[in-house]
């Protein structure tokens, strides 16, 4: 078997997207979490399957990352990597509540929810987000395909504008290394492109 | 502050560096990942920092993204999810060889590696790699910048040219999903791009 | 408040459990742990909640404690380590086929499954077990309360008797460390008792 | 092998140990951990090796296991469950900074720090401990062996007395379901011990 024309074709799809993101959407997004930054705010992150590790991956990136360089640090939360609390709310509650539950009684006034899902439609990112909604915080859709009801109800959005799940968590983790490059330069005067 | 010539210009790098992946080499690695499906052999992907969530989404979407259209099962197996194995080899013998001790008494003939290191040369990364080779086992070095010590040393390659740690990030991602769909296409006759 | 008399009484109940535990159940496993490690056999081990932790820590301890000082390595795999992997099962399937997910296409003759359930009754651990038990694997049971549905399927059993969580997964990690230390000492003559 | 005689001894070992624990202790912690929910205040718990997984099992049973019956929950937040940032710091800046890294600008007046160290002395989680008294921080030292340099820095104490590494982290999974069961007792009037 030889895959040289899919991977060719998976590459100009990719590049197709990355055309077409919303620089206006991404702006805002980077101004919520600076401001999350700049009041002490936990930003909680979260989502299923892949986007469970694009989400510890987003918290290393800031908490670690960019937070390498400042006094303070940002203080992501992300609400896949204790195991063990994933798995006792599924089993003891429903696995529809495993991030709803982590914010209850833990969400702060100004605190960010960055809720990840690639149809939009996941049933416990949507409850968490709905959530977070109705104690007035601020919720970041983090989607793809046609957005779902994760983008309905959401302030901002970082959206994979594509019907692939793959392309679209590829445009997560490009989302999150773009913005963390520009704090990186921002906040911190560290160029991530060296020559 | 506004950030969108930042945004841009990220996105602008992005799609340079995936104008210039070498197509020849990605094809060569599925071949390699084919084969050790068809041998029912071990793949070991490990690596650094948000390498790490990388690696864990590997053996996601190969175990169980692929594998859940298929009769047997790829095999990946990620050296950095268990975090207590990790600190205590770290914590008792020395982080540089938190990969190489997995490795020892475990790898059998035929196991691929995958080894992930934006700068190709990470010492605990680098240890792995060379063990796999002293034993006779087939490397790919996932990497970014110029390669480093591990393209050298390693038979097949999933190279981000470009000098930023973030690119490097998302092309190894981009090579997962890629890779991924494909599979699903020409193993499963899944088709991830939706209408 | 003071706690003084209900901690005191808490030791008390688990010294209760430790004198009434069987001692030759635990000899069984042990057995069975061995002789998976001279076939070179997989050893699959999984919980829910706290036994999650559990399940990793167990990997641990066999795969480097006592493998530090053996040429060959146990081959423990815990089915909760991949983040990804059980938020993608259940997301996608149900949570109660994270597990038996996981085995399906992958387990061999020969291999070991250890099953943990506080009350030997959760749906998730129950289908993998039979699924194990379908293939003709043999199913060590990791239980308290009264063993519920998975002592009565399983081989081999390490039971904690007593009505509460929190002494049983205490319990279940007094089986690890103890076999492990015993393992120490006759497979590499290392007492971890310091004098 | 028959392993019987030395079961019987790791249990007897186990039970001398628990008839020896210091309760006046235990209670002291109690109350540093009641005053912190109180607070409002973080909880911070990390440790090598396998302390990673009980630091892990700590998180769970307190934000999930007693938060499940309270109004607020518990803070705790164990250091080591996100694996992309310890392998970030550990590789960029060294195994010894991954605690000590992730408290540095982010722990607040009040926040308590539960450092576990079997033998008391690990270098990377000493660090943390130490930074934690320099901010006037309480740190309970969760220890063995003779509580090394760790339980002389440290406010309160949750000791093992016994020169053994798994009778000792036995004894720390036993002060968690300990601690948890009374709080849930005394906090939400549910007792552990079903009848």
Same mark, same amino acid.
């Given at each position: /078997? ?31 979490? *600076? ?51 994933? /798995? ?74 594509? /019907? ?29 492109? *060296? *020559?």
């Amino acid at each position: /078997m030889e895959y040289q024309e899919m991977i060719r074709k998976y590459i100009a799809d990719e590049m197709d997207v990355l055309s077409r993101l919303d620089v206006e959407a991404i702006n805002a997004v980077m101004r919520e979490l *600076k401001g999350a930054f700049d009041r002490g705010s936990t930003v909680y992150v979260f989502g299923n399957g892949g986007s469970s590790a694009t989400a510890s991956h987003y918290q290393n990136d800031f908490n670690k990352g960019i937070s390498e360089h400042t006094e303070q640090k940002f203080r992501f939360c992300c609400l896949n990597d204790n195991i063990a609390t994933v /798995m006792a709310v599924a089993n003891d509650i429903g696995f529809e509540e495993v991030f709803r539950f982590q914010l209850r009684g833990r969400l702060k006034p100004g605190d960010l929810v960055l809720a990840i899902s690639g149809s939009g439609n996941s049933k416990n990112v949507l409850n968490a987000a709905e959530y977070a909604k109705e104690q007035g915080n601020t919720v970041v859709a983090i989607t793809g395909y046609d957005g779902g009801r994760l983008d309905e109800l959401a302030d901002c959005h970082l959206h994979a504008p594509v /019907m692939s799940m793959q392309i679209t968590e590829d445009i997560h983790m490009i989302f999150d290394h773009l913005m963390m490059s520009i704090f990186c330069k921002t906040m911190c005067q560290i160029d991530h492109l *060296k *020559k």
